[in-house]
């Protein structure tokens, strides 16, 4: 899914299902939504092929726009700038990211910071675990 952080309630302007599609191919998607919006910043899962749809998009098409991360402790991961070593393209995404991510969505959904507009979103997010579930109506 893509989200427009430009104003509060943030929105989701697309979402992208196809599982097929080669990492070259989704790595072209992904850069062409993050130019047309402006050269939008973008934070991509690196777990598996997402690594490589990082490198496509950092490499290939040159776009300087990617989030890095850097191991926060405890805390999971934290977005990073500059170019330490210790920093790596998109996020790793880990049990403790996984829960921190879900109780911030839940977190914004709640307080109408965010606008979920997919229905198949929506859907995934009532599909987690009890204890992530997000209670959400179309």
Known sequence: SEFDVTNLPYKQVC?????????????GNIHAV???YNSAYVLVENNDLGAQVCDIIHEEFEYENILCTEGGGRAGKRIASG???SQELGVKTTKTTKSTGCAVAKL???????????????????????????????
């Open 34 to 36: 993050a130019k047309a």
């Open 15 to 27: 979402t992208f299902h196809n599982n097929v599609v080669s990492p070259r191919e989704y790595a």
């Open 83 to 85: 170019s330490r070593t």
């Open 108 to 138: 914004i959904i709640e307080s109408n910071q965010l606008i979920i507009n997919d229905k198949e979103t929506i859907n995934e997010f009532n599909r987690m675990k009890p204890k992530k579930v997000l209670m959400m109506t179309w």
